[in-house]
């Protein structure tokens, strides 16, 4: 299981990042469409603060200590900024991937959404959560794209 998950999230981040370079500036990854409570910034730190709490940190044992709740009030960092956070998060996730000797059919020692999950149960949901939010993403970074000045 653990080979299988390491492209997808390779190929997440690496998606991840991307988006984030194709707003047309950094003011507007952190403008909210109609209808929506979250920004492209802050889907961006809520992706990378609850993949390395609980790849990095839960699973890999890194020294993260997430703020789920700066994820959603952070604002006014730059793409740059971003990108290194998303390399880092990428670093964290798959290092931990391809080290982890845990079997998927084990039992998290940790409650996961107020329940005790299996490895599996847990990464398939993680996995999942970063392509809906990367969904997200895009939608409102093409919002963004074509509502700049340039186009």
Not at 21 to 37: A, E, H, I, R, V
Not at 63 to 90: C, M
Request: hydrophobic share 30%; aromatic share 10%.
């Amino acid at each position: 299981m653990w080979k299988t998950l390491y492209p997808l999230f390779e190929r997440n981040l690496d998606k991840l990042e991307e988006e984030i370079n194709l707003y047309p500036d950094d003011q507007s990854m952190w403008k909210l469409l109609p209808g929506t409570s979250n920004s492209g910034g802050n889907l961006c730190l809520h992706l990378c603060g609850n993949l390395r709490h609980f790849i990095g940190a839960q699973i890999g044992h890194s020294a993260y200590v997430r703020d789920r709740a700066s994820e959603f009030s952070q604002t006014g960092l730059s793409k740059s900024n971003l990108s290194d956070l998303i390399q880092k998060t990428k670093s964290e996730v798959l290092n931990t991937l391809k080290e982890t000797r845990v079997a998927p059919s084990e039992i998290c020692p940790f409650k996961f959404v107020e329940q005790q999950v299996t490895y599996e149960h847990l990464m398939f949901h993680l996995y999942g959560h970063l392509h809906y939010h990367l969904g997200q993403l895009n939608y409102h970074r093409r919002a963004m794209t074509s509502n700049s000045p340039a186009n």
